[in-house]
């Protein structure tokens, strides 16, 4: 198994610009998640999805849309890139939700908005 | 909504000694507590987790102790080792983690 797999790896953007943070895991999981993870900070959920066609938001979801078509993939969109976005972007999933099951996380993708 | 305090933020520890991070929480309905280990410019990885009807766990070097009653758990690393330098981060789940802030442990030979 690959696991959670995330691409690009990094990526410059300008400010205004958009983009879509590809996420992918082959593990069957129900549960996956997107965080971002600043500076010297920890890890602060932007949207999760409980399954295909359902997503919610976590605690700094502005700036930001999700969709979950399928159960491997989990895209996150950025619309009009700002300064307040340059962060490392994880996503994570999980079999079932995060009490009872292990979250496995990507390599993650280092954005920098210019 | 919860809220994951972790101190200290930096720890220096010379090899073989002992390490303690410790985290306190705010939700008394949280139920999870998993610590994850962060190397630098890697994705966390989880070391070690305790559910809320466990007040120890141990796992070789490292062990997880909670207090339900005082809302705080702590990790501990025995015998500590170079490459146990990391960013260590705690959570707690009632049903989405939320984590700490972080401890950069640097362990010198």
């Known amino acids: 198994n690959a696991g959670v797999t995330q691409t690009p790896k990094f990526r410059i953007l300008k400010i205004g610009q958009s983009m879509t943070l590809q996420c992918t895991q082959d593990?069957?999981?129900?549960?996956m998640y997107w965080y971002r993870q600043d500076p010297g900070m920890g890890l602060k959920l932007i949207y999760y999805?409980?399954?295909?066609?359902?997503?919610d938001k976590g605690e700094v979801p502005n700036g930001y849309n999700v969709s979950r078509s399928t159960t491997e993939d989990f895209p996150l969109r950025l619309e009009l890139a700002a300064p307040s976005q340059t962060s490392v972007y994880f996503c994570?999933?999980?079999?079932?939700?995060?009490?009872?099951?292990?979250?496995?996380f990507g390599p993650g993708t280092r954005l920098l908005v210019l | 909504g919860e809220n994951v305090e972790q101190h200290p933020s930096t720890l220096s520890v010379q090899e073989g000694d002992s390490a303690v991070i410790k985290c306190t929480y705010s939700?008394?309905?949280?139920?999870?507590f998993p610590w994850y280990k962060q190397e630098l410019g890697k994705r966390p990885q989880l070391i070690i987790d305790?559910?809320?009807?466990?007040g120890e766990k141990k796992d070789q070097r490292i062990a997880v102790t909670l207090n339900k009653t005082a809302k705080h758990f702590s990790l501990h690393i025995t015998e500590t080792q170079p490459e146990d330098s990391a960013v260590y981060f705690c959570?707690?789940?009632?049903?989405?983690?939320?984590f700490g802030t972080g401890t950069r442990l640097l362990v010198s030979p």
């Open positions: 994570a999933s999980s079999r079932t939700s995060g009490n009872k099951e292990t979250q496995y």
């Open positions: 593990m069957n999981h129900n549960y």
């Open positions: 999805s409980v399954g295909a066609g359902i997503t």
């Open positions: 939700d008394s309905a949280s139920n999870y």
């Open positions: 305790i559910r809320s009807n466990v």
């Open positions: 959570a707690a789940s009632r049903a989405k983690l939320v």
